[in-house]
């Protein structure tokens, strides 16, 4: 987490180039200061669980190694100028979190809670990836820029980016737990341990 810091310290200082990967990830300074802030979290969770592992006696290997992979989800999505990219984030992170709600393997509200968010992250991520493929049947592009160009100059088909747009806020509308999508939410906010919540 320290390198990492190190790093985006010196590409908020530094005069690197704005894009990466043919334009699919990009940065400036809000990115960076959202990546800043999910190492901060992070970090503030890794100092917070550790009387946690010890007294569950959980494996701090996985519980670390898979903290890692949800923080370099959340960046990943920050740093996405393409659909595609912001997906893969998500996923990153999504698949990382569900592994984590059902940590404690012998309790049965958490392996619970891990079960109910994954049928549901699931069928969010269907929603949210079949919303995307038909943005781009509307706009024909994925990049974030070119879709709204072609939102903005109204050549996008009217039907279908109706559509997508409906698909798309819906999947991250159950991603995120807002109403009327948030009936999992409790569930497993209830059975995931405290430190996976956070």
Request: net charge negative.
């Amino acid at each position: 987490l320290i390198v990492a810091t190190v790093i985006l310290g010196a590409m908020w200082t530094a005069d690197v180039p704005a894009s990466a990967f043919g334009g699919m990830i990009a940065h400036d300074n809000l990115r960076l200061g959202f990546s800043f802030v999910f190492l901060l979290v992070t970090a503030l969770t890794i100092l917070i669980s550790t009387v946690w592992i010890e007294n569950e006696n959980v494996p701090a290997g996985e519980f670390h190694a898979l903290l890692m992979f949800a923080t370099f989800g959340m960046m990943l999505m920050a740093s996405g100028n393409d659909l595609v990219v912001m997906f893969l984030g998500l996923e990153t992170l999504s698949i990382a979190t569900y592994v984590m709600a059902g940590f404690r393997k012998t309790d049965l509200k958490s392996n619970e809670a891990s079960m109910k968010y994954f049928i549901l992250g699931a069928l969010a991520s269907g929603l949210l990836l079949y919303g995307m493929s038909m943005l781009y049947g509307a706009t024909g592009s994925l990049e974030l820029g070119a879709v709204s160009d072609a939102i903005l100059s109204g050549e996008a088909n009217q039907t279908l980016l109706v559509f997508g747009l409906v698909f798309v806020v819906s999947g991250l509308a159950f991603k995120l737990g807002v109403v009327p999508f948030h009936m999992w939410v409790p569930d497993v906010y209830h059975g995931a341990p405290t430190a996976m919540t956070m």
